[in-house]
């Protein structure tokens, strides 16, 4: 095997310590989202809840793999999100900003954390309120968390992507809600947040993926968003937009000097990651994006609404293929529900009834007959055993004789 033979296969589940990396990050992310869900509370500055998030991962991160050989590189992967009701997603404000949450909000948690490249990513949705979630908002909310079960039942090796988009319409239209527009799940890999190899929430016309099959020892994020509306994001204030990625396949001469600054020091903080314009020095940092973005050097994560009044669930998880099956990695518990439907398709039952992990074929057929053929070993010997002590005793009774 070459050296790039063995680095490629060290990147991949079947290194045990690239697992752990997975699973380190994802202890860290589940943490921060329990902690950002605590923070939760009516009166409480979006800023500040984001922001709280970002310092954690960025805290817990520096405090792992200290001690080694190679410097790794670790922490936010995905700038902490609070998305409020009708907000479908991306919502991480600029320091001046003061919207605040307020009483039976709905709230879309969304961040991520890696180590080394390895991403775990998670989003939640959660209300604002004490005891049990009903009406609609438990509606779309279960929409979201059991179309969440059936994807991590159906991706696994073998299937394809399609089966998972059929089924994930199926689920969302059983609680007489809508899967939103243009959401994706993303295989991952080291340093790759979005691979190429998606699974469509929703399909259309509009949009088209690549068939794909899933494969052993490859890791998704799989994100739902579901919607008590149309389903159809709109765009309805670009100045909102505060999370990039820089598009590394680009170039360009950038004019004004803000710009190049800007530009500058986002390549060397934020090389491949998203990240938030908060990290950046604000007034600058308006002038200089833009500039950026209009030549395509950053990709902009917009903030999208949905209809007021209309309800908005996201749930995200990062899912392992591993040998033995599939294992989630990244979750929160959900609130009580008390939904207004039920689920009385038998695909869906069937579905939600699948395991998660993978039996191998006659395998205890071959535990039964290896535990067999061992006593049967054990008693062979047994008994040789006691015919020579039986022989030895005769002959030392003979020579006593």
Sequence with gaps: MSDDEREEKELDLSSHEVVTKYKTAAEIV?????????????????????EKGDSYIREQTGNVYKNVKRKIERGVAFPTCLSVNNVICHFSPLASDETVLEEGDILKIDMACHIDGFIAAVAHTHVLQEGPVTGRAADV??????????????????????????????????YDCKIVEGVLSHQMKQFVIDGNKVVLNLSNPDTRVD????????????????????????????????????????????????????????????????????????????LGLVECVNHELLQPYPVLHEKPGDYVAHIKFT???????????????????????????????????????????????????????????????????????????????????
């Excluded at 968390?145 to 089924?167: M, S």
Aim: some cysteine; hydrophobic content about 40%; overall charge positive.
């Design 319 to 401: 899912v392992l293929l591993m040998p033995n099956g599939s294992d989630r990695i990244t979750s929160h518990p959900l609130q009580d529900l008390q939904p207004t439907k039920t689920i009385d398709d038998p695909d869906i039952k069937a579905w939600l009834a699948l395991g998660t992990k993978t039996k191998k074929k006659g395998g205890g057929k071959k535990k039964k007959g290896g535990l067999e053929e061992h006593v049967a070993t054990l008693l062979f010997y047994y008994s040789l055993c006691c015919i020579m002590l039986l022989y030895y005793c005769t002959e030392l009774h003979h020579m006593h004789l």
């Design 30 to 50: 589940n943490k921060a989202l329990k902690l950002i869900i605590s923070e939760c509370k009516p009166k409480a500055k979006v800023v500040d809840i984001c």
């Design 141 to 174: 909310i279960a929409a979201a968390n059991t179309a969440a079960e059936v994807a991590l039942r159906l991706v696994r090796p073998g299937k394809k992507n399609k089966d998972v988009t059929d089924a994930i319409q199926k689920v969302a239209a059983a």
């Design 211 to 286: 068939e794909a099959e899933f494969e052993e020892n490859e890791v998704y994020a799989i994100d739902i968003v579901t919607s008590t509306g149309d389903g159809k994001p709109k765009l309805l204030d670009e100045k909102q937009t505060t999370i990039y990625k820089r598009a590394v396949d680009k170039s360009y001469h950038l004019k004004m000097k803000a710009s190049r600054f800007i530009f500058s020091e986002i390549s060397q903080k934020f090389p491949i990651m998203p990240f938030s314009a908060r990290a950046l020095e604000e007034k600058r940092a308006r």
